[in-house]
């Protein structure tokens, strides 16, 4: 009988595999067809939503800005439409066998533009590039989230600290100018001739071209001319030189940007649109508005709208956004001074029982009305953004597959664990062994009381944001409903977002809405900071098999094992509720007037609008099905190529 | 010279005009068929007290009546016209202005502060003739000189603010008479003014009219000023008119009871020592419906008849009418007998013996008093080293126009001024600056003050049983309730309110009334000092005659000593045993009170006796006015010094200006 | 005179900087994490962030700071903002933000008075009739109903209606009239409402009495003698209105999207950018204190009955 | 010119005797202050509409709560439940969460009324005692004068943004930042007006009477500025409620699970377009309360002014 299944098996495998290539054919054949019958324009009207403080791309928190850099100022090197990363300032790089040394070959014969989009005499060369590096090196410039570049290049640790403690003069002995001349030796990034740049790493990274591409640090700037201007250095479009597609021509602040096209662009070829013109709009309801009457050619749909525009003409014109790699986590504070909270915590069946109590579908409908499921994630890393070189997908390594695929929304497992846990941890009676009633200090957020005995007191802490209220309202239903009102009292406190540095660090909290997102193409970027003693690892929890894991996969040989010690040290955190992943942050749906897959596919960075082609009317669903579909073929095809 | 006595023809006349204001869903009668003529070239004083309706019913006559009183009967015949059949506002200004003008009480507000009076003069002149601007201007100019105002040129283009009350009230008149009315009414011009202004006022209406041959309807509740100005007077009381005639026949012969009562308490007629004859009571209230006449609650002599039958008018002469039953032929034997009685009571009254002042002794003695106020950063000497001394049970007068400093020495006194230069001693004690709790306490008991605005010198959301019994409350100086209670009783008998007022609120009293609870709060202390600051000019001549009855009952009976505060010398003659005339801050001259009538030495007292009206025509027309120049000294070389020329007689004058009086004496 | 001014501008600069200390003061009460946003203390680690502040200066004593900013300023030096768009020197910021702000507050203000006094002098002609009714019942909307809501409903409905650009842009004139007409809405009341108020109490003084009684009719001594009365109690406040046009709305400039001055010191405030406060709180200070003086000048200057020697 | 005589009785033509109390009586016209100033107040139709409309609310607003089964912060778990539109079930419908908008309207209701007059009452409180204090001795005026330039001139966002962070966002944070500054511009207004009355001759008297300053000020000041008192509270109200939702839309507000009816409008702003009623009803109810007390301020003013007691 098992040989009968195995032969129907193997015929509907070739027929499938016979059906691809057709299907493949004709699909390619429709996009091809859907891209001739549209008519294009070359300007493409877009928007933010908060103002724009400043240019400066090494300093700026702000991720609006990084849109508008990733533009205007080119890296070495950049992803193609597949996402495999192709030349751009680079004309070709190499790198020695334990990936630690990479030297890149400049493109010759390109010069900075201004703002007016006239070169000016400062030519692009290698030394552009050093000079980026010792200008984030040197701390009075405030580099923007240095760390990871800065543990990343050779030397470069020692010489910024040396630098820092000159400036709180901690260090009298050698003064400051010295230092800086010595950045040569220090630093492990070298122009070997005036084409050339090397980077020497203080370990194998694999990844680094994905941390090139995303990371805004590791971007060219003019040194004489930045340090001629000093605080005056991309403080507006006026006073910075550009070398990407694009240049910021018109900035009004908090009104309007425009970016016109580079006429010296050395892919000139490749660019599609003439102008870019973004303009401020404050909130979704207007920008919906502005759409409809065509005076932007895109906009994002929250999850109400999506409701309010079925049956309107723009019902079939709503787009699923893509990925996002941000996870939206709860994180659980282990030492924290609401003792009730701690005892439980530290017991893995109420943790359990925490991870089994949330419906996450209803949590996921906020974003996504239609398929809540397709943005569910239980794991920390994104799936889909990390590969190995056999083009598995990290997520699918072996004790995070099963993870991943958990159903958590099992309410009386929930209340199992809990009563688990409660009988490990209370007597008959309901007090919890070893608590004491009390008041619990988490000043300046809130400060409560707490009596010892069930039910035990969770104060839930989220920022101020319309959205995040509504979901820290949906915990309190779901957990008190699954858990029950009678085991747990759920409280909510909201804080504005910008004391952030008073509730976490401090621990002012027991459970805390977060995010972190997969920086690169590699799953260290997130984990090597989770570990007990671990930068993010604000809730001190503390986990030594999780931290033996790490330690195993950072020394492991190849990029597959490493990937798989990753996978379980992943699994471990995830599956015993020391951090509860539970969906992906993308915002549901968007309508736009631009075909997709048209411009360079950015992982990590921001998207670009080189090659994007744009419509006078909206793209529908179907067309923008046929044209996902050809793509992704086209693309699989591209990635096992190389 | 027509049979009636009138030089002209008749140009106005009021027929049975009855006016009615709905109030707090109630209709007031304010005029109830009042009837008036008014003939060319003439002056009609209309006299009455406050709430006789003098002055609605002439408001009538342009129709200014508030906005919740009308017409409701009579005709007001002008220029073969019925006046009291206008509706909209185009037939009023037909009239207003040009025929028949107005000029109110105060002048203060009668100008737009904001616009020069120059220009509001001229607008008059080219809304009514249509005349161009710049020879607008020039008749503006001259009418201001016409008016006594000097260098016109120049104060044309000031404002109100920059002119002084009598001035401002010439400008008023300048602009009233600017369109050449016919008929020129004025409400009470010259109430609110010091009495040396108000002559000067009465002499420039009288020219004006001569010269304008205007006629002129004077309001007032004050007799003297009648005598001056008026050749007819119609006596108005309670909304009709119940006597009317020439000025002549009014002050000589009188008819009606009210208009014989009023004259006979005039305090310039009173006889020292004895009782002014008071009308008894408070003008009636006209909400409701008056039966028969309604003088006659407040006549004692009232006969039957005048309950029950509302009198018609009589003729008394051909020129004189009277609205009273006493004219009937059936009342004449009763009106002998009154006349008789009343012609003996006259020669019983003779004036009691003068205050002794050897051997009294001295209550209070104030030495070389100078206070000073900071206006700005200028200081201002409000009293200038002042000496006078009060004898126990004497009443010394203070007499002096308005800012001459009388009443900063009535509240220095009582210590409401208390930063103060020079000695006040009470009761051999001094009492101005610091003083110890206790001697403070007994001040407040020894010593009490009478307010002159009866309106706002009583807490209008108290009861009067609180506002009476403040004083105990503060020293306790009572056993209990039903002790206080007994107290507040006392006193309200004493000044003739029936006890069942005190659970009442100031504002159900009239003018009056409310002086004496002001009376018996002070006097339920048992003080031995009072500061009475000008207690009777803001009242009626009727309800004055009352208190200062009052005043003097209190005296005789508690040995009380007066500082009586005025500003009329006529009427503190009769109260006051001593007076003191002052002058910007300084007392230019003291004496005992007949003495300074017969011999008044400073030029000031003399141009004051001069000013002050006085209720007989005969005087009152062939008076010569002087008028007082305080330049007239030159004191710079020589200062004048407090002497005493004769024995109780100061007065402030340097070496020079002595032997001169000396001479006089 | 001159003695009179002399007093008042240092009893004014006194006011200032007392004003201006204890902003400063209160600004360093708040916490030095608050300096960073959300992202940024994610990413960065204490000691980098510490270097942050030191860069900045934040870390010497407010004292020091004080000087400092007080030095800067008398050189004619703003300063630069730290948080709201860091580095960027204030004076550009100001130089952006207050000519919008200040256009659009100017039309405003003129178009307020225009208006607010012709309704008002509609109600007191049409007293207790008609013109009255309508005049409060406009007052009552706009002054007692919370502005963001009618705002609210005329960005969306009547941009619709008339189908006017819901957001401004200068290059499309037709964009300035909604936002112009929300922010005048305000002043139209209040100056309606002041003058009706003004009008009636000189209407019942002796001198409109005695006016009439000069043969003038009603209305005549309305235009001539009332309505300068009525007028002189505005006066007084002009001068801050025209002052302070560059404050601008909050509610507005976020509804309509104005690149002005509204929200500015609110979001400079919430995000510690206590340079960029410094320096507007010191603006609005001055032209507050400003605005009274010249108001006072002013109704000396109109109102003869007022001079400036007794003091006030 | 004679009347027609009618036929007298000459026996009416003797004296009567004379009656001291008749001549006396003044008519005693029962006018008491308040009593007229209850009734002007009452007599124009809108106003006893509105009193009514308003006691009707807030008493409404006090006794659902407590009756009302229905808890307002439940959340629907079912999809199906968000955003429905009005129906019998939900009156108002229910708001992004399935929580009933008609219950958290009362709700919000209660507790913006409370707010709004804890601040009324502070501010006018307090702006009374240092208003009278203020008026009473003039030494105190040139620093009372300072302070109120210094607290006016501070912009209150300064005070919201410090206070939310010292003392994290409650009822009663709330209620000192609004009340952190009302209380002197009411103590300016009631100084001015305690001025006008403190020099008017009755006062004087009562001192020359020696009555404590304490008295003076409880039965001669406070009985003729209680009107005002009044109606400087019944405008205050309004003004509070409508900062409390400015401050919502600027997001310094009141914590989040705090229902107040700024919260809720601003809550129903967000999806204004999509579900109308979601703010449309909310701010119904919150517009009558405002226009209402505005109103009865205003008339109460009027109404308390002898002058118009005609």
Known sequence: MKRLIALLLSLVMLLSVAAVPAMGEDLAAAAKAIKESKTYENTYNTYFSSSYASFNYYSTAYATVREIVANCIDGLVEPDIYGVYVPSLAESWEVNDDQTVWTFKIREGLKWIDHTGAETEYALTAEDFVDGIRYIADPKNDAYSLRVVRNMISGMYDYYWLLDDIDCELVTDKNREDVVASFDEMVGVKALDEYTVQYTLESSAPYFLSLIESSMLMLPVEYDYAMALGDDFAVDNEHMLYCGAYYVSEFERDKAITLSANPYYWDKANITLDTVEYQMIPDGTTSLEMFKRGMIDYTSVESEA????????????????????????????????????????????????????????????????????RILRNTINAEGAIYDSTGKDYTDYSPLKEIKETNYNQPELAREYMEKAIAELCDENGNIIGVEAGTVDYLPVCSFDIDGKLPVTICYVGTDDEEEIIMAQLFKAMMEESIGADYIDFQIQAFSGWTYGTVADPLNYDIYFDSLSTGYADPSGILTRLTTDGAENVGCYNVPEFDALIEKALAAETFEERLQYFAEAEAYLCGNGFVIPFISSLRGYYMSNSIPYTSPRTLYGNEKYKGTLVMAEPLTQEEFETLKAAYEIERDKALAGN | MQNNGHMGPCIFSARDVEIQFNLRGKTLTAVRKASLDLYEGETMAIVGESGSGKSVFTKSFIGMLDKNGKITGGQLLYQDQDLAQFKTEKEWLSIRGKKIAMVFQDPMTSLNPVRTIGEQITEVITWHFGTPHAQAKQEAIEILKKVGISDAETRYKQYPHEFSGGMRQRVVIATAIACRPQILICDEPTTALDVTVQAQ??????????????????????????????????????????????????????????????????????????????????????????????????????????????????????????????????????????????????????????????????????????????????????????????????????????????????????????????????????????????????????????????????????????????????????DNK????????????????????????????????????????????NPDFVVADEPISALDVSIRAQVINLLNKMKRERGLTYLFIAHDLSVVRFISDRIAVIHKGRIVELAECEELFRHPLHPYTKALLSAVPYPDPEVEKNKVLLTYDPAMHNYESKPPIWTEILPGHFVLANEEELEGYRKEL | MGKYILKRTLNSILTVMIVFVAVFMLLRLMPLSGYFPPEMIKETDEATRMTYLRNQGLLDHPIVQLGRFVKNLFQGDLGRSLTVYPKVPISTLLAEKIPVTAAFGLASMILGIVLGLSLGMLMVRFKDRWGDHLGTGYILMVRAIPSLIYLFFIQVWVSLWLNLPMVFDKDIPSSWILPVICLSLGSIAWYALWLRRFMVDEENKDYVKFAMVKGFSKKEVWKRHIFKNAIIPLVIYLPSDLLFIISGSLVIETLYVIPGTGGLLTTAIEKQDNNLVQVIVLMYAVLSVLGVFLGDLLIAAVDPRITLMEDN | ????????????????????????????????????????????????????????????????????????????????????????????????????????????????????????????????????????????????????????????????????????????????????????????????????????????????????????????????????????????????????????????????????????????????????????????????ITVAFYVIGNKFADASDPRNHV
């Not at chain 2, 900071?374 to 009293?383: H, I, Q, T």
Request: glycine fraction near 6%.
């Open chain 2, 482 to 525: 039903e002790d206080r209670l007994k107290k507040v009783e006392n006193i309200m008998n004493e000044v003739g309110l029936s006890s069942d007022f005190s659970s009442r609120f100031p504002h159900e009293f009239s003018g009056g009334q409310r002086q004496r609870i002001g009376i018996a709060r002070s006097l339920v202390m």
């Open chain 2, 201 to 478: 006022i009465l002499n420039l209406i009288r020219d004006l009219q001569r010269e304008m041959k205007m006629t002129v309807v004077y309001i007032t509740h004050d007799l003297g000023v009648v005598a001056n100005v008026a050749d007819w007077v119609s006596v108005m009381y309670a909304g009709q008119i119940v006597e009317t005639g020439t000025a002549k026949e009014i002050f000589s012969s009188a008819v009606h009871p009210y208009t014989k009562a009023l004259l006979q308490s005039m305090p310039q007629l009173g006889v020292k020592g004895h009782d002014l004859f008071s009308i008894q009571g408070t003008p009636p209230n006209l909400f409701k419906e008056i039966k028969g006449d309604a003088f006659a609650p407040r006549n004692p002599d009232a006969m039957e008849i005048d309950f029950e039958e509302e009198p018609p008018l009589f003729k008394v002469s051909d020129t004189h009418f009277a609205k009273t039953w006493l004219m009937h032929p059936y009342a004449r034997e009763h009106r002998e007998a009154l006349e008789i009685r009343d012609a003996q009571e006259k020669e019983k009254q003779i004036p009691s013996a003068p205050f002794d002042y050897q051997n009294a002794e001295k209550l209070l003695q104030v030495q070389d008093l100078t206070v000073k106020f900071k206006l700005g950063d200028r200081e201002f000497k409000a009293v200038d080293n002042v000496n006078f001394d009060i004898y126990k049970g004497e009443t010394l007068s203070l007499v002096g126009e308005s800012g001459s400093g009388k009443t900063t020495i009535g509240r220095a006194i009582m210590r409401i001024y208390n930063k103060v230069d020079g000695k006040i001693i009470f009761g051999g004690e001094k009492i101005n600056g610091r003083i110890d709790k206790k001697k403070a306490k007994q001040l407040h008991m020894q010593m009490q003050m009478i307010f002159q605005d009866p309106m706002a010198s009583l807490n209008e959301r108290a009861k009067v049983d609180y506002i009476i019994s403040e004083g105990l409350y503060n020293y306790h100086l009572f």
């Open chain 1, 306 to 373: 999506y409701d309010s525009l079925q049956g309107t003409e723009y019902a079939d014109k709503l787009l699923p956004t893509s990925h996002s790699f941000s996870t939206n986590y709860l994180w659980l504070d282990f030492d924290g001074e609401n003792t009730e909270f701690k005892t439980f915590i530290n017991n893995e069946n109420f943790r359990k029982a925490l991870l089994y109590s949330m419906d996450r579908e209803v949590l996921a409908a906020l974003r996504e009305p239609v398929d809540p499921a």
């Open chain 4, 1 to 288: 010119m004679e009347k027609k005589m009618p036929e007298l009785n000459p026996l009416k033509f003797r004296a009567k005797v004379f009656d001291q109390m008749l001549s006396e009586d003044t008519g005693y016209s029962n006018y008491s202050y308040w009593r007229s100033t209850i009734r002007t107040f009452f007599k124009n139709k809108a106003v006893v509409v509105l009193v009514a409309l308003i006691v009707l609310i807030i008493l409404m607003s006090f006794i659902y709560p407590m009756v009302s089964p229905v808890n307002p912060n439940k959340v629907a778990l079912k999809r199906t439940m968000w955003n429905n539109r009005p129906s019998w079930e939900h009156l108002f419908g229910t708001d992004g969460l399935g929580r009933d908008i008609w219950t958290r309207a009362w709700y919000g209701v209660r507790n913006s009324f409370l707010l709004a007059f804890c601040i009324a009452l502070s501010d006018v409180g307090i702006g009374m005692l240092v208003g009278a204090i203020w008026g009473y001795n003039k030494k105190l005026d040139p620093i009372m004068i300072e302070i109120y330039n210094v607290i006016t001139n501070i912009p209150s966002t300064v005070y919201l943004v410090l206070l939310a962070y010292i003392m994290n966002t409650s009822y009663l944070t709330l209620f000192v930042s609004m009340a952190s500054r009302g209380w002197i511009v009411e103590a300016r207004f009631f100084r001015n007006r305690i001025l006008s009355i403190r020099d008017n001759e009755y006062n004087m008297a009562s001192r020359c009477l020696g009555t404590p300053m304490r008295r003076i000020a409880t039965k001669n000041i406070i009985p003729h500025i209680i009107s005002l008192i009044i109606m400087e509270a019944a405008l205050c109200i309004p003004y509070s409620i409508g900062s409390e939702v400015f401050l919502g839309f600027v997001g310094i507000g009141l914590p989040v699970d705090a229902i107040t009816l700024g919260n809720i409008v601003n809550q129903g702003r967000a999806s204004f377009t999509l579900h109308p009623y979601q703010m449309l009803l909310p701010t119904i109810i919150l517009c009558i």
